[in-house]
């Protein structure tokens, strides 16, 4: 069986708990953990640089107070989160990630922007400090950093599978001309071709797709649409779709994508709004993960006598891990996968038709 160890306490009242999966043996036998060991450790310092001023501080706040309401909720008297100001910028990471390194920082998280984390990457380099980036740059994972944002690769994957579980055989794609648009329709077709569908890009014939992929949001959303001839065409997409805007346009109703269960975060987002008065961004979970996620490693590995384990093999766990979000695991690429629901946009609403898995094992 698999072998569960506590990512979190639950939540008080609430029946949010998050979960750490065990990379070892399902053996029945277990380690003797060392209680004692927490007690006389040093210090565990990890810190979390974020966009605490200039144009981006509401988010950067938001994601602060998350990893603050996760060092509560995990509750480890030996762990020091430090906050650094990047201001949102690579200067200002540059610095922030110095100062952290300074004063004895032995992880990072964050930080937000591509242009932050090269930055960090290049001050970071050959220090064998790690760092768990909140970009959505997947081009930036190696070496030391292991990128933490919400990818499509994974998105992209599960709705083209769902697709075919559901009978459809011939799918358009029309896709934005940017990085996004053309990785996400290039693994679509892939992964779409891998599951016996076929694959067009004639939008104007009416009757030559049975649905359409469309990874694109905001105008470029809107835009597709209008040349999509097959109105009827099941429309299908990644986790951009997991907008209120998107929602609330009519061409909309009944698309499905692929995206992390929004009622797997429910919990966390009650407690945000408990604790401090007002809703986190929803970029605020991917924060709380990190830091829980952080704790429970250096805990685990100074109960054993290692000390934190904040080292590769730990990090990439092939078990993963489970959080607000959902389960989650890094790949030996250092790119975060995850599990996805899918869901359906009806009457200006997002709904979950098909649940999350919550575990990798297949």
Known sequence: MTIFHRFCTAFPLLLMAL?????????????????????TAPAVKVAILLPLSGQHATVGQSMLQAAQLAVFDVGYENFELMPQDTGGT?????????????????LILGPLFAEEVRAVKSVTAGKKINILAFSTDWTLAGDNAYIMGFLPFGQVERIADYAAQKGLKLAAVAASTDTYGATASGTFETEAKKRGMSITRALSDINGYDSVFIPAGGADLSNILLRVTNKSAQKLGTGLWDDPRVAGMPEMNGAWFAAPSPSARISFEQRYETTYGT?????????????????????????????????????????????????????KSNLI??????????NGQINEIDKAPNTFSR
């Open 90 to 106: 690579a200067v200002g990471a540059a610095a922030a990630v110095t100062k952290a390194i300074d004063g004895g920082a032995q």
């Open 19 to 39: 979960l750490l999966v065990s990379c070892g043996s399902s053996e029945t036998e277990q380690p003797v953990i060392d209680q004692s060991a927490a007690a």
């Open 279 to 331: 809703k986190p961004v929803r970029i605020a979970s991917m924060a709380y993960d990190a830091a829980a996620l952080c704790i429970t490693l250096a805990k685990t590995g100074i109960s054993m006598g290692r000390g934190p384990d904040f080292d590769a093999a730990s990090l990439t766990s092939p078990n993963g891990f489970s959080g607000v979000d959902g389960i989650l695991r890094f790949n």
């Open 337 to 346: 996968e995850r599990g996805m629901a899918i869901l359906e946009i009806r």
